[in-house]
């Protein structure tokens, strides 16, 4: 089972795509957990997770999330601007599937 963090401002924004991922990795057949979360909860639920995604605008936050995951011992990365702005919980998913590798 894959554990996949994501994280934005308030934890809204990414609430479908978080929905478009999940519908990509039952069509894939991946087991996956994915969820979102604001900001301020994300480094306490990176203890849960195999990979924190973090929104575009939160693009600011990367080292300091980086710090907190390092401990923790997960990759942390920007989702792509164009896939967030489309929704594509595909392109998403692909991407912390090869960060957890």
Do not use: H, N
């Amino acid at each position: 089972m894959k554990r996949i963090l994501l994280a934005c401002s308030a934890g809204m924004s990414t609430s479908l795509l978080v929905t478009k991922m999940q519908e990509a990795a039952q069509t894939k057949g991946v087991e996956c957990e994915i969820w979102a979360v604001a900001q301020d909860r994300a480094m306490k639920d990176m203890e849960k997770a195999d990979v924190l995604l973090i929104g575009p605008q939160m693009r600011f936050m990367k080292r300091k999330f980086e710090k907190t995951a390092g401990e923790v011992g997960i990759p942390v990365d920007i989702i792509d601007p164009m896939a967030y702005g489309r929704v594509d919980g595909e392109a998403v998913l692909s991407k912390a599937l090869d960060l957890i590798g």
